[in-house]
T-cell receptor, first 111, second 114 residues
Framework: KQEVTQIPAALSVPEGENLVLNCSFT??????LQWFRQDPGKGLTSLLL?????REQTSGRLNASLDKSSGRSTLYIAASQPGDSATYLC??????????FGKGTKLSVIP | SAVISQKPSRDICQRGTSLTIQCQVD?????MFWYRQQPGQSLTLIAT?????????ESGFVIDKFPISRPNLTFSTLTVSNMSPEDSSIYLC???????????FGQGTRLTVV
């Protein structure tokens, strides 16, 4: 059974810093990996999707990498802003519908 | 991408009552998914709803507690029945994009049972 772990559970950084969020998964036979953002009490916003054949994806200040062989993905946020404060979730997809989520990393960017 | 509208966005309910959550998608989709996110926890899949057939429930979830309707290819409802405080969670509707690659979510329903 796939297990997804996100470390750290919470992170606080001053505005302007670059930061990395980590996601690890136990079964490397994934179809893709997706990063989401969740604001308090709200739904999920898709940030980046990395297919199993890809190594990384970029969108603006965000860059996500994937290393299937080691079961790891990272989300890099450049020049962090207070508006980036949210919980970031990663999810590994193993089939057409089976998504396994981590518990998330709660990010606080301090002005 | 898919745009998903979920209603209500939040509710406070008395124990023993039921709440029906609606999910509307802006395009036709084969499968719609319902998730639960308990406080401080990750998302857990409740069931998969296919149009024209009974929903498929994950281990630990039963139809009597979480009945689901899927009357057409753009709409689904999830009912949380006979609620208890342990049902207090965020409930989320989700669909897959083209080729079942990317997942999209509604804004969630924040349920508090008192």
């Amino acid at each position: 059974k796939q297990e997804v772990t996100q470390i750290p559970a919470a992170l606080s950084v001053p505005e302007g810093e670059n930061l990395v969020l980590n996601c690890s998964f136990t079964d490397s036979a994934i179809y893709n990996l997706q990063w989401f953002r969740q604001d308090p009490g709200k739904g999920l916003t898709s940030l980046l999707l990395i297919q199993s054949s890809q190594r990384e994806q970029t969108s603006g200040r965000l860059n996500a990498s994937l290393d299937k062989s080691s079961g790891r993905s990272t989300l890099y946020i450049a020049a962090s802003q207070p508006g980036d404060s949210a919980t970031y979730l990663c999810a590994a997809r193993e089939g057409s519908y089976q998504l396994t989520f981590g518990k998330g990393t709660k990010l606080s960017v301090i002005p | 991408s898919a745009v998903i509208s979920q209603k209500p966005s939040r509710d406070i309910c008395q124990r023993g009552t039921s709440l029906t959550i609606q999910c509307q998608v802006d395009s036709q989709v084969t499968m719609m998914f319902w998730y639960r996110q308990q406080p401080g926890q990750s998302l857990t899949l409740i069931a998969t709803a296919n149009q024209g057939s009974e929903a498929t429930y994950e281990s630990g979830f039963v139809i009597d507690k979480f009945p689901i309707s899927r009357p057409n290819l753009t709409f689904s409802t999830l009912t949380v029945s006979n609620m208890s405080p342990e049902d207090s969670s965020i409930y989320l509707c989700s669909v897959n994009g083209l080729l079942n690659t990317e997942a999209f979510f509604g804004q969630g329903t924040r349920l508090t049972v008192v």
